[in-house]
């Protein structure tokens, strides 16, 4: 018992220490309980296998990164982008930011950095690189 403070074997302070302890406000529980928990997978729609980034929109639209294009999931559906049915540079999408203008940027393997629009609905190709086989890794 040596190694052990004195103030931590004294009674008023372990006494104080349980009342704080019993009159602080509960924290959040870890787990919260969820109505529903719902799985998505290539059979509900989902591109690809692997998802590399996953990200929601100030709309509350889940988008989902993978190695076969942006899907977007309004909880119901998911829509799918891809190089042969929008504007998207490369179908690989590494990573996602959503910005303060409710903007989404895309990370793409080799077609640089998209921009989706949330008004448009639309996805814009960066203009601003010059070397269009840039790689986004990390947004």
């Known amino acids: 018992m040596r190694f052990i403070p004195s103030i931590l ?10 009342f704080v302890g019993f009159l602080s406000p509960p924290l959040p529980a870890a787990a919260a309980s ?6 998505l997978s290539m059979d509900e729609g989902l591109p690809h296998s692997d998802v590399n980034a ?3 929109d100030r709309d509350g639209y ?3 990164a993978t190695f076969s294009g942006l899907s977007k999931y309004d909880g119901y ?5 891809r190089t042969d049915n929008s504007d998207l540079t490369c179908d690989r999408i590494l990573c996602l930011f959503v910005a303060r ?3 989404l940027y895309i990370g793409t393997e080799s077609g640089g950095l998209n921009r989706y629009d949330p008004v448009s609905e639309t996805i814009f190709p960066n203009t601003m690189t010059s070397a269009p086989k840039i790689s986004i890794r990390l947004l």
């Open 34 to 39: 969820y109505d529903r928990i719902q799985t």
């Open 9 to 18: 074997r004294s009674f008023p302070f372990n006494v104080m220490l349980y």
């Open 101 to 103: 203008d409710s903007s």
């Open 54 to 56: 996953i990200t929601q």
């Open 77 to 81: 559906r998911l829509q799918t982008f």
């Open 62 to 64: 889940l988008w989902f």
